[in-house]
C-alpha cells in the first residue's frame, strides 16, 4: 500500500505539471479505491490508512479546494491545508520489486511472465519454456536459441 500511496504522489504530481488534469483525478480515484478495501485492525494499517487517506486529500488539493481543506480539517490538523507543503514521493518505493516480462516463439507473442526483477537468464528461460503457450507453439520443434533481454522480453527461437 505504501509503494501505491508514493507512485501515486509521482503520477499526480507529474499530471498536474502537464495538465492532465483528469488522469490526477483517475489516479486518486484509483487510490481512494484501494485504501477503502484495506483490511485490518491493527496498529500498521491504522497508520497506513491514515498515511493514505492524508495524501488523498493533498492530492485533491489542487482541483478541489474548498473540499480539500474540509476533509484536513477532519483529519484533525490545525492549519490549513494551502500552507502545508506537497507530499513527496519516496524514490524507494517507486521501484517495483517485479517486472512483466513478454515471452515470444519465433516473433510471436505467446504470453506474459512475472519475474523478480533483473531475474538471471537461467530462471527467466525456465519460467518462459514452462508456459503452455510455449510448449504448444513450439511443438516437438528443438529450442535453437533464446534471446534474453533483461526485465523486457524472452523471444525462443524454434
Do not use: C, Y
Not at 22 to 38: F, G, I, P, Q, T
Not at 48 to 59: D, H, I, K
Request: no cysteine; charged share 25%.
Amino acid at each position: 500500500m505504501r509503494r501505491l500511496i508514493h507512485k501515486t504522489i509521482a503520477a499526480v504530481t507529474n499530471d498536474l505539471e502537464t495538465f492532465h488534469f483528469n488522469r490526477a483525478v483517475a489516479r486518486v480515484h484509483e487510490l481512494s479505491n484501494a485504501l477503502a478495501d484495506l483490511k485490518g485492525d491493527d496498529a500498521d494499517t491504522a497508520r497506513l490508512s491514515r498515511e493514505g487517506w492524508t495524501t488523498v486529500v493533498q492530492l485533491i488539493g489542487p482541483i478541489m479546494p474548498h473540499l480539500a481543506e474540509e476533509l484536513w480539517q477532519e483529519l484533525g490538523h490545525a492549519t490549513l491545508l494551502a500552507d502545508s507543503p506537497w507530499p513527496a514521493a519516496d524514490p524507494a518505493l517507486l521501484v517495483d520489486d517485479t517486472v512483466k516480462v513478454a515471452v515470444q516463439v519465433s516473433g510471436k507473442l505467446r504470453g506474459t511472465i512475472e519475474l523478480p526483477r533483473d531475474a538471471a537468464q537461467k530462471d527467466a528461460e525456465q519460467a518462459a519454456l514452462a508456459l503452455p503457450a510455449v510448449t504448444q507453439a513450439l511443438a516437438g520443434r528443438q529450442v535453437r536459441r533464446i534471446v534474453f533481454v533483461p526485465n523486457k522480453i524472452i523471444n525462443v527461437v524454434g
